[in-house]
């Protein structure tokens, strides 16, 4: 395989169930990276990486579910929610009694309490009637099927929603996907999708595996997932992404350049 680049999601893909990275994972991504391969994540999270992943073993990454790309320190895709479409939506579904949410820049603006159920966040109270800020991602926790109905028929047309296993859905603009912010990695670095190998387990990973050359489904991933994978490696708690980097790629012994 001439893999010139692996992207993994992180939350049931690269990170265990406790959120932690093992070491062995950790040793096999530092490999790849002395083989001339570059290691990038994908995630839905923002700021959280920080306490969650080293950085020194990344040449880049992708947040917000594909609202941003960094390679290095260099951003090279940004897809953000406008104001003028993230303030109504946010005051509609404020007045139809659903809990929402918007991000921007590691803040996060809350009709309620966010902590009432993702205890390590903090959040500004908003009254979203007059919000006035762009967002790279709004979400909700679903509480039951009506309120996923409300949030479609109140969603605008250039944004899109996905619901992950854990029932957040997040709502993006249309071209805040992980496959595009990927591609423009890989167009700045001068690799072709054809080279690029990609882990992952939930629903928003599904436009990724489909993009990238060699789509990797984790063993705890959705069926719905594995359906679309080309391969199947173990689950996020047996070390699935490393165990399968070391039998396809170190293995190997070939150098890439």
């Not at 006035?132 to 926790?141: A, G, L, T, V």
Request: negative net charge; contains cysteine; hydrophobic residues 40%.
């Amino acid at each position: 395989m001439n893999i010139k680049m692996i992207v993994t999601d992180l939350d049931g893909t690269l990170l265990r169930n406790d959120k932690t990275v093992s070491g062995r994972t950790i040793s096999t991504l530092q490999k790849c990276r002395l083989k001339g391969i570059k290691v990038t994540y994908a995630t839905a999270r923002s700021d959280s990486v920080k306490e969650l992943f080293p950085a020194d073993v990344l040449d880049g990454c992708v947040s917000t579910n594909g609202a941003a790309a960094y390679a290095g320190e260099v951003q090279v895709y940004n897809r953000l929610i406008p104001s003028e479409t993230a303030g109504p939506f946010l005051s509609a579904a404020n007045e139809a009694g659903i809990k929402i949410a918007a991000q921007l820049n590691g803040k996060h603006y809350a009709n309620f309490d966010i902590s009432e159920i993702w205890d390590w966040l903090q959040s500004e109270l908003t009254n979203f009637k007059f919000y006035e800020r762009d967002s790279e991602k709004i979400y909700s926790q679903i509480e039951n099927q009506e309120t996923i109905e409300l949030l479609k028929r109140k969603l605008p047309d250039d944004l899109y929603m996905v619901v992950a296993r854990d029932n957040l859905a997040m709502i993006m603009h249309k071209e805040a996907v992980k496959s595009k912010a990927v591609a423009a990695l890989a167009d700045y670095w001068g690799i072709n999708k054809s080279e690029i190998a990609a882990f992952g387990d939930d629903l928003n990973d599904i436009d990724l595996l489909r993009y990238c050359g060699i789509s990797v489904a984790m063993g705890n991933a959705l069926d719905e997932v594995k359906s679309d994978a080309g391969h199947i490696c173990d689950s996020n708690e047996n070390d699935g992404v490393a165990i399968w980097l070391e039998e396809n790629i170190l293995k190997t012994g070939r150098v890439l350049k």
